[in-house]
């Protein structure tokens, strides 16, 4: 494919011409683009291609409205925005679990030989990729064209920022080929090379700019920037590494995906490499380890792939991770600084997390002047005191660890560190339970700290989430003793009424800033019964633990009538709740204690009569088996009771452990003895392997 050489003027040309050849110039500038950015093997000299751009900018000018959706100049031409928008993923983006040493990698091989029933030395092929650490991003293409891209967000939803994506050279906005599916999504990391991270620092030191900390801050930076010429000016690049397609494409490998992905005009990480066996992934791993620092992207590990599509299919994922993937960390990068000072951090539940703070040191690109000390235990083990010279280290994004003293270098002088007995915030008496590390300040709401981190908790996003109502402003307000509980939000607005001194004529506050601060909070007065439980702040209940328990419970009446009885291990509710995912003795011991309490309990009361708290409704799968009960029996020789049990769930089902009057099916292995009796004395169906992998053929 060749420049051309001569055009017809724009004034002679006809509409259906330049609409002809906008669209050739396009298809022809995004297979340049390919060839310079993601092969580096240009076939025209940057003049002729230049020409391209300039005579497809000529044609939009004269004919502004046959500007096409994957024109090239659509990388730049983008106008800031107010605020990104969210998109929910058509397919949640998860993330992967990670392995730290090579046995944990044969730990997880092993889960998933288990899972898909086979013997426990079966070797299952992988493909093994460079884990680039960068920020992941969505790129939706309709007709081949780029229609939407998207951060991760949390995995179910993120932003979008199409605009900015555009400006990335290697995304093209249309993909090359033929066989191009009508929708199609595509995953892949966008990153800043070393070298260029260089370049764009030594430009912000010469405009008395704040050097970024590292590529993958310079990149996250970048991309989420409101104005996309900003992003357009920083050399970000893209490798693809996942495809999703609902039809059209028939592919049955990850290689053959990485394959597609190339045909289609994306950069795949050329280090990838097909591994035939566990050894295999282990020599890449060392050569990988080795290679690591001469690449010119940063990567902190490397990820394993089943390569079998229809194995990955299989296996599904497990909370937030697939269980066909994993991470496998390279060793942490450590560095050695002083202990400046060792300060006490109280956490939303009271307890005190003591925080190194360290002479601030760079730990493989990233300052670090904190580290945590996990609890006193942590301290004592390790005997880490003020003054000492100690090894910091810092993998991925954990938070930085102290891993040793260096006693030879300790002042003679130094003594040992010596805990609290009393909170730091509120002075009350520290508390520690038995059979726990930890230890609380009891105060609760009283003690400022720990009331600050509650609040904030209350009204996050997953909670109430109040807009306009910050930690800053949560503090302002516990200070000046506005809102000391989550009850004080709700009758803020009545006080402020009557206030001598109301909240619109203070500072930082305005009579329309105000108002939509008591409409935020209004809109919240109606909330579903599994956010209010999250709100409570309960240790260890996050939102899915409190969706359980809205769902077990229903409203907030039985909820506080049992859950006080939790203490008795012998309570039906107790052994219900046991096996429930997420649920063991130490979080039910921390329900029970949370309902025991007279603060919180007086707490959740007002909260129920001020609000209205609606019923937590599941989300319904729509698959064959919805609300079927099916109790599994047996050894089934197909597949695994792990698999069955989450094929069974993906399909609407929930899977009992005992048959009961409410079971509606039970599936018998070999050797199902007496359930299978106990099945058909109740009358239920009982089918055989063979009729249940029927019953989940697709
Ligand atoms: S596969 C289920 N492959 O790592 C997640 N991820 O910890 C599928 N990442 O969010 C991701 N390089 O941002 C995959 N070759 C690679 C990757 C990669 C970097 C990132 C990605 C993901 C995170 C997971």
Redesign the pocket.
Known sequence: MTARTAYIPINDLTETDAQEELASLSKDIAYHDFLYFNKAAPEIPDYDYDQLVKRNKEIEQAFPHLKRVDSPSMRVGATPSPEFQKVRHSVP????DNAFSFADVVNFVNRANRFLNMPEDTEIPFVA????????ASLIYQNGQLILGTT?GDGVEGENITANLRTVRGIPLRLQGTNIPENLEI?G?VYLAKSDFQKVNLEREKNNQQPFSNPRNAAAGSLRQLDPKVTASRPLKF?A??LNALSGLYLKTQEDILKQLEEFGFSV?PHHQFCKAKKDLQLYFKRMNDKRNKLDYDIDGL?Y?INDLNLQKRLGSVGK??RH?I?HKFMAEQCETVVEDIQIQIGRTGVLTPVAHLKPVNVGGVMVARATLHNEQEIIRKDIRIDDHVIVQRAGDVIPQVVKVLPHKRLENSFVYVFPTQCPSCKSSIVQKANQVAKKCPNGFKCKAQAIQRLSHFISRDAFDIDGLGTRNIEKFYEAHLVTSPVDLFTLQKRDAKSLKPLRIQEGWGVQSVTNLFDAIRARRTISFDRFIYALGIPQIGLLTARVLATFYTTPENLLFDAKNLVDKQTQSYQKLLNQDGFGHSILEEIADFFNDDVNQDLFQQLASLLTITHYEAPQSNGKLKGKIIVFTGSLKNMSRAEAKDIAERLGAKVGSAISKNTDLVVMGAESGSKLRAAQTLGIQVVDEAAWLTIIKE
Do not use: C, H, Q, T
């Not at 983006?93 to 992967?96: D, E, K």
């Open positions: 983006m998860l993330s992967l990729e460079p884990k680039i650490d960068g920020l992941s991760r995953r990391e490798f590494y996942a990480n990820v792939k991770a697939p993937s991470a």
